[in-house]
């Protein structure tokens, strides 16, 4: 099982980043798919799900700016990011969730301001 992450980096206040996130090694249609966050000296916390039946569900401190999809052609999940605040700064990691819970290695998101 294998869950690659990309797309992190440094970006300005107000700027944009697109996550991506390769499943390889389950049934990826099967599985919820998220996004987290964790910010330096803070607990990981969910962003953005997306369910199998493609339902969506966003952290309050990100709805309106963040867009979660998911590819169940290719077994990829996306996070894409838009107005994004210094406090998005942290590590992204994919999450599936489903008969098992996998995670990813993690991209480094980080917001100047």
């Known amino acids: 099982v294998q869950l690659q992450a990309s797309g992190g980096g440094l970006v300005q206040a107000g700027g944009s980043l697109r996550l991506s996130c390769a499943a390889r090694?389950?049934?990826?249609?099967?599985?919820?798919m998220g996004w987290f966050h964790q910010a330096p000296g803070k607990q990981r916390e969910r962003v953005a799900v997306?369910?199998?039946?493609?339902?969506?569900n966003y952290a309050d401190s990100v709805k309106g700016r963040f867009t979660i999809s998911r590819d169940n052609v290719e077994n990829m999940v996306y996070l894409q990011m838009n107005n994004l605040k210094p406090e998005d700064t942290g590590v992204y990691y994919c999450?599936?969730?489903?008969?098992?819970?996998?995670w990813g290695q993690g991209t480094l998101v980080t917001v100047s301001s």
């Open positions: 997306i369910h199998t039946l493609f339902n969506t």
């Open positions: 090694g389950f049934s990826f249609r099967g599985y919820d």
């Open positions: 999450n599936a969730l489903g008969s098992e819970t996998y």
